[in-house]
Nanobody, 115 residues
Framework: QVQLVESGGGLVQAGGSLRLSCVVS????????MGWYRQAPGKQRELVAS???????NYANSVKGRFTISRDNAKNTVYLQMNSLKPEDTAVYYC?????????WGQGTQVTVSS
């Protein structure tokens, strides 16, 4: 059974930092590009950041310079380091694994940034 288990969400004041983690079943992790998406109330889910198996990264313009995505192949884990958080970053954050065969989603973790 494929598992993507997120952790690290929570409540933080504006300007603060959080680090999200997503542990992935190894057989999926090693062949998948990984991504973090978010969905705020009343809005569509959007890509925040992604990283390929070759460590190429891509970021939404709204988070460039503040967020960093990384992957640890030894731990089957993808991270999202979020700095200088803003109230508009408040959303449920989802881990995503995508490969040539299919796409998997985690259950989501809530990030709330207070002003």
């Amino acid at each position: 059974q494929v598992q993507l288990v997120e952790s690290g969400g929570g409540l933080v004041q504006a300007g603060g930092s959080l680090r999200l983690s997503c542990v992935v079943s190894r057989r999926i992790f090693i062949i998948s590009a990984m991504g973090w998406y978010r969905q705020a109330p009343g809005k569509q889910r959007e890509l925040v950041a992604s990283i390929t198996t070759g460590d190429s990264t891509n970021y939404a313009n709204s988070v460039k310079g503040r967020f960093t995505i990384s992957r640890d192949n030894a731990k089957n884990t993808v991270y999202l380091q979020m700095n200088s958080l803003k109230p508009e970053d408040t959303a449920v954050y989802y881990c995503n694994a995508q490969n040539a065969f299919t796409t998997y989603w985690g259950q989501g973790t809530q990030v709330t940034v207070s002003s």
